[in-house]
Each structure stands twice: as structure tokens, then as C-alpha cells.
């Protein structure tokens, strides 16, 4: 597994079609992997459910996982985007 780089900001996976059937991206198998690895920890979970903030336990940055493509079933493939501190706080109603 690849884990996250210091240069990374947005990790986006896709779904491809492969005879017929949408089938996850080489992305989409990272971001389940990093997720399962435990590289990144659950802070908190946003109120509508649909993303979750996670904290990188090697440079404690924050990540939020989102499936930006709502309209998709299951919300689409997942995307990783990194988030300030300030930005965590705010969307995801962290104390201080």
C-alpha cells in the first residue's frame, strides 16, 4: 500500500467500466487500504453523514472522506481531501 505523501492534498478515486459494470479505480482500492491500514484515525462524523474526518497519526493532519458523486449509488467513489485545521473545526464542530 502507498501510504499518504507529504505533497498529497486530494487522493480522488474513480469507478471504471469494465464489461459492462462500474468497478473501483486503483485509487478507490488505495483509500480502503490507507482507511484500513489505521494511517489515519476517526475524529468525527459530520451530522448529514456523508463524510467523516479522519487525522493522519504520522503528521496529524486532517482528512475528510467524502463521495462527492451523490447522484452515484452508494454516493460514488471516495475522495480523500485534506483539510486545514481551522476548516476541521468549522465543518465538523471541533472544540478547541
Given at each position: 500500500m502507498k501510504?499518504?505523501?507529504?505533497?498529497?492534498?486530494?487522493?480522488?478515486?474513480?469507478?471504471?467500466?469494465?464489461?459492462?459494470?462500474?468497478?473501483?479505480?486503483?485509487?478507490?482500492?488505495?483509500?480502503?487500504?490507507?482507511?484500513?491500514?489505521?494511517?489515519?484515525?476517526?475524529?468525527?462524523?459530520?451530522?448529514?453523514?456523508?463524510?467523516?474526518?479522519?487525522?493522519?497519526?504520522?503528521?496529524?493532519?486532517?482528512?475528510?472522506?467524502?463521495?462527492?458523486?451523490?447522484?452515484?449509488?452508494?454516493?460514488?467513489?471516495?475522495?480523500?481531501?485534506?483539510?486545514?485545521?481551522?476548516e476541521a473545526?468549522?465543518?465538523?464542530?471541533?472544540?478547541?
Amino acid at each position: 500500500m502507498k501510504s499518504i505523501g507529504a505533497h498529497e492534498t486530494r487522493i480522488v478515486g474513480r469507478w471504471e467500466e469494465r464489461n459492462g459494470a462500474l468497478v473501483p479505480d486503483d485509487t478507490c482500492r488505495r483509500i480502503d487500504e490507507i482507511l484500513a491500514s489505521g494511517q489515519l484515525t476517526e475524529v468525527a462524523r459530520a451530522e448529514d453523514g456523508w463524510s467523516i474526518l479522519y487525522r493522519d497519526v504520522r503528521d496529524g493532519r486532517y482528512w475528510e472522506l467524502t463521495y462527492p458523486q451523490s447522484e452515484l449509488p452508494g454516493g460514488g467513489p471516495p475522495a480523500l481531501i485534506n483539510l486545514s485545521e481551522e476548516e476541521a473545526r468549522n465543518h465538523f464542530g471541533l472544540s478547541g
